[in-house]
C-alpha cells in the first residue's frame, strides 16, 4: 500500500478521497490524517491497530476510522481487496462519525462501495456525479449504527517486549494446546508470572487471549474456502468439532456454520 496518497487527502479541494488497493498483502506505516477513513474489506482479513487496540475487520465488513486517530493496517491474505475512502469532517456531523468501530455491510452498501471499483484520487465538488454519489455512501452510515457485529471483534495488542513474543509464539502455534503452564515454561517464567502479566498489561487473562486469536483465526481460515468446519477446528487447537462450536457460538454468538453463511452472503 503505497503511503504516499496520505499527503493528497489533506488537500483543502479534496471534500472525499478514493484509495483502493485491489492486490493483497497490504501494509502501511503508522500514521493519522484530518480526515476520516472508511475501510471495507473484500475477501480475507484486515488487520487494524488502532485506538490501543487490536482489531480484526472481517469480509463483508466495514471499520470506520475517525478524524485524527492514529493506527496502521496489514493484511497477508493475497485475495483481500482493500476499500477506503476519506471523508472531510463536517460541522455539526452525526456523532457516529466520532466513535471508531466494525459494522456489518448491507447489499446496497456493499454495491455502492464495489460501484467506485475503478476511482482513485480525490473527489471535488466539480465532479458532481461522483461527489454526490459519495455525499450519500456517507449519509446512510449512521444508519448501520445499531448494525454492530455482535462479537467482540478486536483485544488489547502487547507492547511489553516479552508479552508481543508471547503473543506471536501463540498465534504461530494455535494447533497446539498450548496451555498456560506449557507457555510459560516455553518462555522460561513461572505460571503466575505469565498470568499476572496478562491481567497487569492486557487487562485479560490467559484463556480469554488465547480464545480470541484461535477464533479470529478460524475466521480466516473460512474465508479462505479451503478446509471444511472440522479441519478448521483441528486447526486452530480444538479436540472436537462440538467443542469449537461451543466456544465459536459464546464468542461470536452465533455458529460457525451460520456465521460462515454470512460471509458467503447467504443470510
Not at 473484500?42 to 482489531?55: M, N
Request: charged letters at 25%; aromatic letters at 14%; hydrophobic letters at 35%.
Amino acid at each position: 500500500m503505497n503511503d504516499e496518497h496520505f499527503k493528497a487527502v489533506e488537500e483543502e479541494d479534496a471534500a472525499f478521497y478514493v484509495y483502493h488497493v485491489l492486490t493483497g498483502n497490504i501494509k502501511t506505516d503508522i500514521h493519522h490524517h484530518s480526515s476520516a477513513q472508511l475501510v471495507y474489506a473484500e475477501g480475507g482479513i484486515v488487520h487494524i491497530f488502532a485506538d490501543l487496540k487490536h482489531w480484526y475487520l472481517p469480509a463483508r465488513c466495514f471499520m470506520w476510522i475517525p478524524a485524527g486517530m492514529p493506527h496502521y493496517i496489514f493484511t497477508s491474505s493475497p485475495k483481500v481487496d482493500l476499500y477506503n475512502f476519506y471523508f472531510k469532517k463536517e460541522e455539526a456531523e452525526d456523532g457516529f462519525f466520532d466513535e471508531i468501530d466494525i459494522y456489518s455491510v448491507s447489499h446496497l452498501l456493499r454495491e455502492m462501495i464495489l460501484y467506485t471499483k475503478e476511482w482513485d484520487g480525490k473527489i471535488t465538488k466539480n465532479e458532481s456525479s461522483k461527489y454526490y454519489f459519495l455525499k450519500a455512501l456517507k449519509g446512510v452510515l449512521p444508519e448501520k449504527r445499531d448494525k454492530k457485529l455482535t462479537f467482540p471483534v478486536q483485544h488489547p495488542f502487547p507492547k511489553d517486549e516479552t508479552l508481543l513474543k508471547i503473543a506471536q509464539y501463540i498465534h504461530t502455534n494455535l494447533e497446539k494446546p498450548l496451555s498456560i503452564e506449557s507457555t510459560a515454561k516455553e518462555f522460561g517464567m513461572s505460571t503466575r508470572t505469565l498470568s499476572r502479566k496478562f491481567k497487569e498489561i492486557l487487562g485479560m487473562n490467559y484463556v480469554r487471549f488465547l480464545r480470541a486469536l484461535r477464533i479470529t483465526r478460524s475466521l480466516e481460515l473460512m474465508l479462505e474456502e479451503k478446509y471444511n468446519m472440522y479441519e478448521i477446528a483441528m486447526m486452530v487447537g480444538y479436540n472436537s468439532l462440538s467443542s469449537f462450536s461451543n466456544i465459536f457460538k459464546k464468542v461470536i454468538g452465533i455458529p460457525p456454520t451460520e456465521y460462515q453463511q454470512r460471509l458467503k452472503g447467504e443470510q
